[in-house]
């Protein structure tokens, strides 16, 4: 990967730990309500949007998604709701996975941020790393994987909501399930 290529990719790093950013100072802003012993748990999400280009394709849940306007053309998805941001970035790369991921990586850890877990799963027959990054008061979930010459990378996460339980990861780990890579 050349050197303007991992400039762009540090940049889209930062854009992203600045919008989660910015959703946390949205919500700190917002007064919080008392807590409804009566309320039921969260409904599982029940509509899905799908979202397709080039030759990926996933669903995300049906919300208030604001899209992002990034000049990078390797961004080919950025959305951001009241509490939550997904992005989808694909940029050419010469590197296998292992590699790929770890310069990634490294990346979000020279930006400042924890990485706090890191996988090697399969999602539909393709080997992808899944890591689980923190940074102030937000977490993110990320997803890479190398294909056809290509690096994927998979964002999904947001301000961390001590009361909203497992709300974000279940959502960004049901997304993530929908993504589909083809030839």
């Excluded at 854009?15 to 009566?38: H, N, R, S």
């Excluded at 950025?78 to 997904?86: G, P, R």
Aim: aromatic share 10%.
């Amino acid at each position: 990967m050349t050197r303007t290529k991992w400039i762009l990719f540090r940049v889209l790093i930062v854009m992203i730990v600045a919008t989660v950013g910015l959703i946390i100072l949205a919500q700190t802003d917002k007064p919080t309500p008392p807590p409804d012993v009566d309320a039921a748990p969260p409904s599982p999400i029940t509509q899905w949007l799908d979202v397709s280009q080039e030759n990926w394709r996933l669903s995300i849940p049906v919300a208030n998604w604001q899209p992002q306007s990034v000049s990078d053309p390797d961004v080919k998805l950025f959305l951001v709701d009241d509490k939550w941001v997904i992005m989808l970035v694909k940029q050419e790369t010469d590197s296998e996975l292992p590699d790929f991921a770890a310069n990634v990586l490294r990346d979000f850890s020279i930006d400042g941020a924890t990485i706090y877990s890191i996988y090697q799963i399969s999602l539909h027959d393709q080997e992808f790393v899944e890591a689980e990054v923190a940074k102030h008061r937000a977490v993110m979930w990320i997803w890479m994987t190398t294909k056809g010459g290509y690096g994927y990378g998979l964002v999904c996460g947001g301000g961390i909501d001590p009361d909203a339980g497992t709300s974000m990861y279940d959502m960004c780990q049901s997304v993530s399930n929908t993504f589909h890579i083809d030839q």
